[in-house]
């Protein structure tokens, strides 16, 4: 196989940009949806912050599996657009919308405990009531939570991101509303605090669906009208979720591995926990932006696999690749040299606010190998390989990350901030093994995922 030049061609930049720049649009919106309620209540006292932000962990401690269990639709789909295979298309959204209903019955009877668990994770006393509430009220939108991710992946794997984006601009303008309305009490409405933006964040999800539903319904009725009976045979429903549970344990393995250092902070006080969410959610709103260039190498790398073109595969990878990492030194640039500009956007209280500027520096360090890790995995799960980067997310975040914070932060005396150099160290062993696996993968012959028997792929 002929060796790419170093740098990728403007056809290569635009070929990724022009799906990356509104799939990062999309996951910027999703992020604000969250920064937006984080800031809101942020503004009322620093129980009220910690509090949702407590709340929101939860959440999506219990929910990030199945929502990582559906991006199975990535390669799936993809592939089958590639190949230009459209039984296989609706085959796939047909699953994924069952496979949301599944899972959302679980994820929901996992949240009602939040009190006792809370309770036994030591966190502040005078925060567990309110992220009660705030999870008890947020529990109904999980179905709509994750019928939404299945009807993105899809159209998002189709090419199709125009209804997306302009379900997730609604959708934020109507947050920002309605926290707006039900926070402060505006309109008549008594102000509900934390329960407020609990109710706003609902609504918004169940909007968030039907609109997106609606917008995309000219190009998935050919897919949803009629319905498919093989999309109830269990061996291929089985491999659909052999190929999507990996990403979940992985996204949860991840996401357990920040929850775990969020939850060793809430034990230092209030506003340590306070410090550190305003710090991870600039850290969360930067890696958007590479967290959409890999869904967009999934679906670019999975539709090159689809074609059984592995020069066009390989193209995408690396131009994918330069483009993540590339946005995240830019950003990690910003946060080691500026902190405290970006923590007073979230906080009024000193005490908080030197907790987080104390945060950011070492978020600025970890952007690029977060950048790398996240592009990484979406560059294999186009591949259809998504067992490695489950395996490599557990020796990177629980064989090197965990420890090592847990020393540096209470063995060592370091704290919080020895708690987040752990954070650094995981997600730099995460992202060098992942680039060796993505260099091997790569340059093996590729082939399309299999779900469905033969019979049933006509």
């Given at each position: 196989?002929?060796?790419?030049?170093?740098?990728?061609?403007?056809?290569?930049?635009?070929?990724?940009?022009?799906?990356?720049?509104?799939?990062?649009?999309?996951?910027?919106?999703?992020?604000?949806?969250?920064?937006?309620?984080t800031?809101?209540?942020?503004?009322?006292?620093?129980?009220?912050l910690?509090?949702?932000?407590?709340?929101?962990?939860?959440?999506?401690g219990?929910?990030?599996?199945?929502?990582?269990?559906?991006m199975?639709?990535?390669?799936?789909?993809?592939?089958?657009?590639?190949?230009?295979?459209?039984?296989?298309?609706?085959?796939?959204?047909?699953?994924?919308?069952?496979?949301?209903?599944?899972?959302?019955?679980?994820?929901?009877?996992?949240?009602?405990?939040?009190r006792?668990?809370?309770?036994?994770?030591?966190?502040?006393?005078?925060?567990?009531?309110?992220?009660?509430?705030?999870?008890?009220?947020?529990?109904?939108?999980?179905l709509?939570?994750?019928?939404?991710?299945?009807?993105?992946?899809?159209?998002?794997?189709?090419?199709?991101?125009?209804?997306?984006?302009?379900?997730?601009v609604?959708?934020?303008?109507?947050?920002?509303l309605?926290?707006?309305?039900?926070?402060?009490?505006?309109?008549g409405?008594?102000?509900?605090?934390?329960?407020?933006?609990?109710?706003?964040t609902?609504?918004?999800?169940?909007?968030?669906v039907?609109?997106?539903?609606?917008?995309?319904?000219?190009?998935?009725?050919?897919?949803l009208?009629?319905?498919?009976?093989?999309?109830?045979?269990?061996?291929?429903?089985?491999?659909?979720?052999?190929?999507?549970?990996?990403?979940?344990?992985?996204?949860?393995?991840?996401?357990?591995?920040?929850?775990?250092?969020?939850?060793?902070?809430?034990?230092?006080?209030?506003?340590?926990?306070?410090?550190?969410?305003?710090?991870?959610n600039?850290?969360?709103?930067?890696?958007?932006?590479?967290?959409?260039?890999?869904?967009?190498?999934?679906?670019?790398?999975?539709?090159?696999?689809?074609?059984?073109?592995?020069l066009a595969?390989?193209?995408?990878?690396?131009?994918?690749?330069?483009?993540?990492?590339?946005?995240?030194?830019?950003?990690?640039?910003?946060?080691?040299?500026?902190?405290?500009?970006?923590?007073?956007l979230y906080?009024?209280?000193?005490?908080?606010?030197l907790?987080?500027?104390?945060?950011?520096?070492l978020?600025?360090?970890?952007?690029?190998?977060?950048?790398?890790?996240?592009?990484?995995s979406?560059?294999?799960?186009?591949?259809?390989?998504?067992?490695?980067?489950?395996?490599?997310?557990?020796?990177?975040?629980w064989?090197?990350?965990?420890?090592a914070?847990?020393?540096?932060?209470?063995?060592?005396?370091?704290?919080?901030?020895g708690?987040?150099w752990?954070?650094?160290?995981?997600?730099?062993?995460?992202?060098?093994?992942?680039?060796?696996?993505?260099?091997?993968r790569?340059?093996?012959?590729?082939?399309?995922?299999?779900?469905?028997d033969?019979?049933?792929?006509t």
């Amino acid at each position: 196989m002929p060796a790419l030049p170093s740098l990728p061609t403007r056809d290569e930049l635009r070929a990724l940009l022009t799906l990356a720049v509104p799939v990062v649009v999309v996951q910027v919106g999703m992020m604000m949806m969250g920064v937006v309620d984080t800031i809101m209540v942020g503004h009322l006292n620093a129980e009220a912050l910690a509090s949702v932000a407590l709340g929101n962990l939860y959440f999506f401690g219990v929910a990030i599996f199945g929502m990582g269990a559906l991006m199975a639709l990535d390669p799936i789909v993809a592939q089958a657009v590639g190949a230009q295979d459209e039984p296989a298309i609706a085959r796939g959204l047909q699953r994924g919308l069952l496979i949301s209903l599944l899972l959302a019955v679980p994820a929901m009877l996992l949240m009602l405990p939040v009190r006792p668990v809370l309770v036994w994770l030591r966190q502040p006393a005078e925060v567990i009531p309110l992220a009660e509430t705030y999870v008890w009220l947020v529990l109904p939108g999980v179905l709509p939570f994750l019928a939404f991710g299945v009807l993105r992946q899809t159209l998002q794997a189709m090419g199709r991101m125009r209804p997306i984006v302009l379900t997730i601009v609604a959708a934020n303008l109507l947050n920002v509303l309605l926290n707006w309305i039900l926070i402060f009490g505006h309109f008549g409405a008594p102000p509900l605090g934390v329960a407020g933006s609990a109710w706003a964040t609902t609504i918004s999800r169940w909007t968030m669906v039907l609109l997106l539903g609606g917008l995309g319904w000219p190009m998935l009725r050919r897919h949803l009208s009629s319905f498919r009976p093989e999309v109830l045979h269990l061996k291929p429903l089985g491999r659909m979720l052999r190929l999507g549970s990996p990403i979940g344990v992985q996204l949860q393995l991840e996401y357990t591995a920040f929850g775990l250092t969020g939850v060793l902070i809430g034990m230092l006080g209030v506003d340590q926990m306070a410090g550190h969410q305003v710090a991870l959610n600039l850290a969360s709103l930067t890696y958007m932006v590479p967290l959409g260039v890999s869904a967009a190498a999934a679906v670019l790398v999975g539709q090159a696999v689809g074609r059984d073109d592995p020069l066009a595969a390989r193209r995408s990878a690396r131009t994918a690749l330069i483009v993540g990492a590339g946005f995240m030194l830019v950003t990690g640039t910003m946060f080691l040299t500026m902190p405290r500009l970006f923590a007073g956007l979230y906080t009024n209280s000193a005490a908080v606010l030197l907790v987080a500027s104390s945060l950011l520096p070492l978020a600025g360090l970890f952007q690029v190998f977060d950048g790398i890790q996240v592009v990484t995995s979406g560059i294999l799960r186009g591949l259809g390989d998504t067992r490695s980067p489950m395996i490599i997310n557990l020796i990177g975040f629980w064989g090197v990350g965990i420890p090592a914070g847990l020393f540096l932060g209470f063995t060592a005396g370091m704290g919080a901030q020895g708690l987040w150099w752990g954070l650094v160290l995981g997600l730099a062993a995460v992202a060098v093994i992942l680039l060796v696996r993505v260099r091997y993968r790569i340059r093996t012959r590729l082939g399309r995922v299999v779900i469905d028997d033969h019979a049933h792929t006509t």
